[in-house]
């Protein structure tokens, strides 16, 4: 059975919010582990067996899965009846890989460093900056209701999840403001709430 190492109000719970999404809460084992957090409090808990303590950890028997875009990719490849991703030989399959990588590599990174008023050639030079990631969102999201179209997928729930945390600190263009809405107005959403 497939296991997830989860610990509540982390990048894990975008985790469990794709697991209701795919509707199969019930093969999926989620296992709540403790994280060392920002404020100081928790700890690094020994029963979580990714190699640094983080959350999400994904485990399939003797496999293991890390990342959140891998995870998206493994959970929806592996379950791909909700639609929620895009099957090989789908038209859709490299954007769909695309969004999924971008916000791993590109996304994430460059909303951190911009957080932390971080400014470095090199960087832009490889990933250019978090404006230029506003840039590609609102290009599609401002002809477009999500990601991939018309329809709502992991690719939004995965990019869409740090402004739906960090709604006051990230800035965003309307496009991006009404999409990251538009994804929070899900019964995934609300059914794991702030867990
Ligand atoms: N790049 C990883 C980041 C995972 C990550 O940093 N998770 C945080 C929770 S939001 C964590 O586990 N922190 C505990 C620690 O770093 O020890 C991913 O996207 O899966």
Known sequence: MLTLYHAPKSRSTAVVQLL????????????TVTIPRPD????????????????????????????????FLYLTDRFPSAGMGRPVGDPM?????????WYQGVLETTAILAWEKIDSAAVKD?????DTAL????????????LLGAEFSAADLLCASPFAWFPDTMKTPPSVSEW????????????????
Do not use: M
Not at 20 to 31: F, G, R, W
Not at 126 to 130: E, F, T
Not at 135 to 146: C, F, I
């Open 180 to 195: 990251v809405n538009r994804c929070q107005d899900r019964d995934s959403v609300r059914a794991v709430g702030a867990g």
């Open 135 to 146: 840039q590609r969102l609102d290009e599609v999201l401002s002809k477009q209701p999500y």
């Open 20 to 31: 209701h999404e795919l509707n199969v809460t019930d093969q999926v084992s989620i296992k």
């Open 93 to 101: 399959r490299g954007r769909y890989l695309s969004w999924l990588v």
């Open 40 to 71: 100081g409090s928790g700890v690094s808990d020994p029963g979580n067996p990714h190699p640094e303590g983080k959350v999400p950890y994904l485990t399939d028997g003797e496999d293991f899965i890390r990342e959140r875009a891998a995870i």
């Open 126 to 130: 490889s990933l250019r900056d978090y």
